[in-house]
């Protein structure tokens, strides 16, 4: 089975361009969420999503949105970037409550 | 609301030492407790986890981590260490009821293997 795949690996914005990063999910899981990873705050959850809903929200401004299409994968957007938003951003998804799989990574600098 | 923490940041050890990475959490709801391994450029790996029965669980390379409710902490270790353990290694929880897989994890503990 292929494992969680993230496009692009690496981008490169301004702040105040936005951004879209895609994850597609291990065949068969429903549930996708997504994580920031920074060295100053660590892992945080944004959201997570479960067929084309969002379940569970973390807190972040408005300013990250996701959403999930019906073949499951799933995109977040990150609209008028600012140089914190510099991060390594992880999707995750699942099958069932006990295991997460997680992807590769995006990593986003703002400059 | 659950929190994590995991007490020492960096641990450099020798090869074929013993290890022990400490990991305590908060919550006022049960939880299912995770580690996760994270190599250089890479994403976060599943080492092992503890849903309920025996506190002692074990991965298959090694190390293992045991779930002590009292002390609400699940400490991670390995009898002997390789180089090839050298990584970041997350402690994580969720909360056991409920419908959503939110992961709270903790900073993370760089464990340096030198030789």
């Known amino acids: 089975k292929a494992g969680v795949t993230q496009t692009p690996r690496y981008l490169i914005k301004t702040r105040g361009q936005q951004v879209t990063l895609s994850c597609s999910p291990i065949?068969?899981?429903?549930?996708v969420s997504w994580y920031q990873q920074t060295p100053g705050q660590g892992l945080q959850f944004l959201f997570e999503?479960?067929?084309?809903?969002?379940?569970n929200k973390g807190n972040f401004p408005g300013r990250f949105s996701g959403r999930q299409f019906s073949n499951s994968r799933s995109e977040m957007n990150v609209s008028t970037l600012e140089l914190g938003d510099s991060a390594l951003y992880l999707c995750a998804s699942s099958a069932t409550y006990n295991e997460q799989f997680f992807g590769p990574g995006t990593r986003l600098t703002v400059l | 609301a659950q929190s994590v923490t995991q007490l020492d940041s960096q641990v450099p050890v020798f090869e074929e030492a013993p290890v022990e990475l400490r990991c305590n959490y908060s919550s006022s709801v049960s939880v299912y407790l995770f580690w996760y391994v994270q190599y250089p450029n890479q994403g976060l790996q599943l080492l092992l986890k503890y849903l309920s029965g025996s506190t002692l669980v074990e991965s298959i390379n090694g190390f293992e981590a045991e779930f002590n409710k009292s002390q609400t902490s699940f400490h991670l270790r390995k009898p002997s260490v390789h180089i090839s353990d050298t990584a970041e290694y997350f402690c994580a929880v969720r909360h056991s009821g409920g419908s959503n897989y939110k992961l709270t994890f903790g900073k993370g503990t760089l464990l340096t293997v030198n030789p």
């Open positions: 065949s068969g899981h429903r549930s």
């Open positions: 999503y479960f067929s084309e809903t969002q379940r």
